[in-house]
């Protein structure tokens, strides 16, 4: 054989054996007939799943656990994997992520997927290197100013510095509301909102219940004022690497199927419902695909 032929036929023999590596084709294992994140999933009995530590009521550090309502969507979608995806229990591990370093933890394999108050945008989805899942809720961007504050909505922004979190939706819309207002960006949400505490912003913006999360938590909620209604739509998705059809799928069948069994509404009434403690009115729903 020529030096040609012999690189030809290892190049051959190469992808036979990494093909052959992805097509275990077992039937009671819809995962391993793809070879995708489904398959190391089930064979690491684990889930490492992105979240936020601290951004309440979505996800934050309580002691040595988590808690949130992303937290308990993404603890709930790993127990319906259980039987979506034909394996024993899977361990669920949380890994911090902030709206700036998520896509890259994701990406570097850090984590399976982002629970972590992200919208679904088609930028995001186009441009960066990854899939989203159907929604499974929706916030829409609001303003929180100290309660003195002459700020009753995005109108009155002019002129006005404004902080956000780096890595959000969130400064993209000002800058189509507001172009004339001064933006900071932070890092993550407690610099953002030390920043409004110590007068360095005149409002600080993000998703309503991000900022109604901050009011809550503070010493005195009362020192705060949400000014002006939502004035953007962010449908969240859980965030996957791109190309991970088996994987996505078992996401997308799980959120679903949460809905059809009532869990997901539990979930909700636990973080928004009348006796939670940000009582809601969620106008959200999903429609499951027909079967
Ligand atoms: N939902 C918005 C986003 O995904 C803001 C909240 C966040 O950054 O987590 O950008």
């Known amino acids: 054989m020529t030096t040609a032929r012999i690189s030809t036929a290892l190049g051959l023999l190469l992808a036979m054996l990494l093909s052959g590596c992805a097509e ?3 039937p009671q294992n819809p995962a391993a007939a793809h070879g995708d994140d489904a398959t190391a999933v089930i064979a690491a009995k684990r889930i490492r799943v992105g979240v936020k530590a601290d951004t309440p009521p979505f996800g934050s550090k309580s002691g040595e656990t988590y808690i949130g309502f992303d937290i308990d969507i993404a603890l709930a979608v790993a127990k319906q ?3 979506i995806l034909k394996t024993p229990a899977l361990e669920v591990e949380f890994v911090p992520v ?4 998520r896509i890259e933890k994701l990406l570097a394999g850090e984590v399976d997927m982002l629970v972590a108050s992200m919208t ?13 899942t159907v929604p499974y809720f929706q916030d829409g961007q609001s303003l929180l100013v100290l309660k003195d504050s002459p700020i009753q909505s995005y109108q009155d922004l002019a002129g ?15 800058n189509q509301v507001a172009p004339d207002c001064k933006p900071t960006k932070y890092e993550d949400f407690p610099s953002l909102f030390a920043a409004l505490d110590a007068g360095q ?10 900022l109604m999360g901050r009011m809550r938590s503070a010493k005195d909620p009362a020192a705060y004022r949400i000014a002006g209604d939502r004035f953007t739509t962010e449908p969240y998705g859980i ?4 190309n991970q059809s088996t994987w996505r799928d078992s996401l997308n069948e799980a959120i679903q199927q949460l809905w059809e069994n009532g869990r997901w509404r539990v979930i909700a009434d636990t973080w928004f419902g009348a006796q939670s403690a940000y009582p ?8 499951p695909y027909p079967k």
């Open 120 to 132: 679904i945008t088609r930028y995001r989805d186009q441009v960066q290197n990854l899939d989203f």
């Open 24 to 26: 275990n084709r077992d």
């Open 81 to 83: 994997l259980e039987s």
């Open 160 to 174: 006005r510095s404004v902080g956000c979190v780096r890595g959000s939706t969130s400064s993209w819309y000002l």
């Open 201 to 210: 912003v005149d409002a600080a913006t993000s998703d309503l219940l991000i």
């Open 280 to 287: 809601t009115q969620l106008n959200f729903g999903i429609t």
């Open 98 to 101: 902030t709206s700036h370093n």
């Open 239 to 242: 965030a996957v690497r791109e």
